[in-house]
């Protein structure tokens, strides 16, 4: 055959992987309505395994790399995990009849919650001021409107979130409110003015990005600020999905977020930072990457393209942040000291030291 009749049949082999890609989908959405009417959890990972071994050892019959059958399994298994896990979302319907304002539903993480309300069956309405497209009800200032609403999010910048929830308080709305900041107790005052005011309040910070569709592995943090019953409606929007709950005091959270997001994020900060002054140009660094240059480039990459801003605030307001950065400076300078003092042990007794520290990770999980 000649080449183009074998492209030719490339082609259709890949509209039949296709066709059979939407086929799964498919069932995939018929075993989330069985497991839904049955009661049974969305994942089992004892099925998952079951599928990634028996991939391996058919990709091994056919003469396939069983690598390759297993990354492709896992890729069709997160599909239909987030298939099941949204049609659980959705056919739970806890929101039917009731209301969710968004303030600040223009943004990033607002859309995020406008999609995941209205995806409970809440009728959404969008309070932002910025001229956008959404499809949901909007309205440019929540100032305006009767608050009536089942849910109040405030999805707004950290910077405006504080003063907002304490305007919030002087209204006294009925429904239950929360913010999503990334840090809390630069909004401990609005949020004991909502405590204050006899209001149902929250605090969550969900621990991932607006492109999130399965959150099977993510966390969401619940920050209960005095009343019980407002943590508990806010937990249960995310009872159908396979995010871990974890619920701790406004001081704990921001102590462990200086880690987390503040350490993290000042790290790839300090390494993209070096490689953008180091005066070698990035195509010729990539010709002679390895494994570990570019897993980090990678992660470097996500936070040079995140909003300068918000990560400014993660550090500036955080009042725990400056721990996590003096740690980091006292690890960069005994590294260095080691180095130029030919201090080995020293050297190895770092990597001796967080080599057992991950390995207590890896055990807890």
Known sequence: MTLE???????????????????????????????????????????????????????????????????????????????????????????????????????KMGRWFSDFMSSQGYRVV????????????????????????????????????????????????????????????????????????????????PMFGPDTELLSGRHVIFCDVGHAAANAEAQSLFASTMAEQVVMTLDEHDRLIAYVLGLSHALNIAFFTALAESGEAAPRLARMSSTTFDSQLDVASRVAAESPELYYEIQRLNQYGGESLKALKRAVDRLAASIKDGDEASFAGMMQRGREYLAGRTREA
């Open 126 to 205: 969008v309070a932002d001021p910025h001229e956008t497209t959404v499809e949901y009800e909007r309205v440019g200032d929540w100032r305006a409107i009767e608050l009536s609403h089942d849910f109040i999010v405030v999805a707004t910048p950290l910077k405006i979130a504080n003063q907002l929830l304490v305007e919030l308080a002087a209204r006294a709305p009925r429904g239950v409110i929360f913010d999503i900041g990334s840090l809390k107790t630069p909004l401990r005052a609005g949020l004991g003015a909502l405590r204050d005011a006899g209001c149902s309040v929250t605090s969550v910070h």
């Open 5 to 107: 009749e074998l492209r030719a049949q490339l082609t259709a082999l890949d509209r039949q992987l296709l066709q059979l890609v939407a086929e799964r989908q498919r069932l995939s959405g018929e075993v989330a309505a069985v497991k839904h009417a049955t009661g049974l959890p969305t994942r089992d990972f004892q099925r998952e395994r079951d599928v990634l071994l028996n991939a391996r050892q058919t990709a091994d019959a056919f003469g396939v790399s069983p690598e390759i059958a297993e990354s492709l399994l896992r890729l069709l298994i997160r599909d239909s995990l987030t298939t099941q896990e949204q049609a659980q979302v959705a056919a739970r319907g806890r929101g039917t009849g009731r209301s969710a304002l968004i303030i600040g539903g223009a943004g």
